[in-house]
């Protein structure tokens, strides 16, 4: 009902605005005047207007920053965030600074340089070699510096020092994710997608694991996939976390908007990103809400389920970190059972 109230509204709007234009047609053949010329008085409203609405847009801006600055994300939970962090403020500043510069100029010139009696005609020339040069060359030397201070960040965040840190697996498919930690000896078992089936009916191997190897420090028998009910991902503040990324189908893409973190997940390959992250989501949940929680989203378009693939990360103590790894099971204690697996 209030959609057709609307088009209604609109509707009418739209009639009553042709036929105020036909009365001035109309008008203009009587008093033999031509509507469509563009006069002195008209030019006088419309730099003014021009003004005015130039004006209202920058408060405008100003406001809205202000108003919907507390939407945006809180400050990084991560080492390498921080920098991201700041490499973003300065080019957000830069931009708004050179925003501000061309608007107000272009506002202002158009209104003092209106076609009228008593003003000043603006000066027309066809070319300029000094000013092509001016900003040609000055755009050019601010955006080298923009790119080769983000270049530095990227190579910063990219090299970052992965020993110590420890090794989970984020295997991503349509729609969903799966986590593998490495367990006792920080490395996880080699996986091949040939391997990846419905072995047997009390449990999958949807990750492709290859569990064939017996020996007794074989890499996979100590990690952990945690089971599709807790498909949580756990992370210890402050302990350096290096993330390796697999994907079964199509391109996935891994985004922790908190950490500043996002990395492709492509089929046929391995990719990672290495960060540590430095506040508990309890530390997070009293500054932003009990509502807040740390997620890892699909950030590329994946297919219909897209909008929903995503998986809750909690980042909390070695002690808390400690209790929950000891309920957990190993590959090899699961699969104890179904030697099916084993073949
Ligand atoms: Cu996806």
Redesign the pocket.
């Known amino acids: 009902m209030t959609n057709i109230l609307i088009f209604l509204v609109g509707f009418l709007g739209i009639v009553t605005l042709v036929q105020v234009l036909r009365v001035s047609e109309l008008m203009s053949a009587v008093q033999k005047q031509d509507v469509n010329e563009v006069n002195e008085k008209d030019n006088i409203f419309n730099s003014k207007m021009m003004f005015i609405v130039g004006g209202l847009f920058l408060i405008s801006f100003v406001w809205q920053y202000f108003e919907w600055e507390h939407l945006l994300l809180p400050a990084a939970s991560s080492d390498h965030g921080a920098i991201i962090d700041e490499l973003m403020t300065f080019t957000m500043l830069l931009i708004i600074f050179v925003f501000f510069i061309t608007h107000v100029f272009l506002f202002w010139y158009t209104f003092k340089y209106r076609k009228g009696k008593g003003n000043e005609t603006a000066y027309y020339f066809v070319h300029n070699n000094k000013l092509e040069m001016i900003w040609t060359v000055v755009p050019a030397i601010v955006l080298t510096g923009v790119i080769l201070y983000g270049l530095s960040t990227w190579n910063k965040i990219t090299n970052a020092d992965t020993t110590g840190a420890k090794v989970i697996e984020i295997y991503?498919k349509?729609?969903g994710w799966t986590a593998r930690y490495s367990g006792n000896d920080n490395e996880l078992g080699s996986a091949n997608y040939r391997l990846v089936s419905p072995i047997n009916p009390s449990g999958t191997n949807a990750l492709g694991v290859d569990t064939r190897s017996n020996d007794a420090n074989a890499t996979w028998k100590d990690d952990i996939i945690t089971s599709a009910a807790d498909n949580v991902v756990h992370l210890v503040k402050g302990q350096p976390v290096l993330l390796k990324f697999r994907s079964q189908d199509?391109?996935?893409?891994a985004f922790l908007p908190h950490f500043r973190v996002q990395m492709n997940?492509v089929p046929g390959m391995t990719t990672q990103f290495a960060f540590t992250p430095t506040k508990t989501t309890a530390e997070m949940k009293e500054a932003e809400g009990e509502d807040f929680d740390y997620v890892l989203l699909?950030?590329?378009?994946?297919?219909v389920s897209?909008y929903n693939?995503q998986i809750k990360f909690i980042v909390e103590t070695q002690e808390e970190y400690d209790t929950w790894m000891s309920s957990q099971k190993t590959l090899s204690e699961k699969l104890s059972t179904q030697t099916l697996l084993l073949n």
Do not use: D, T, W, Y
Request: net charge positive; charged share 5%; with cysteine.
């Open positions: 991503a349509q729609f199509v391109i996935h893409s997940c699909c950030n590329k378009i994946c297919g897209h693939m």
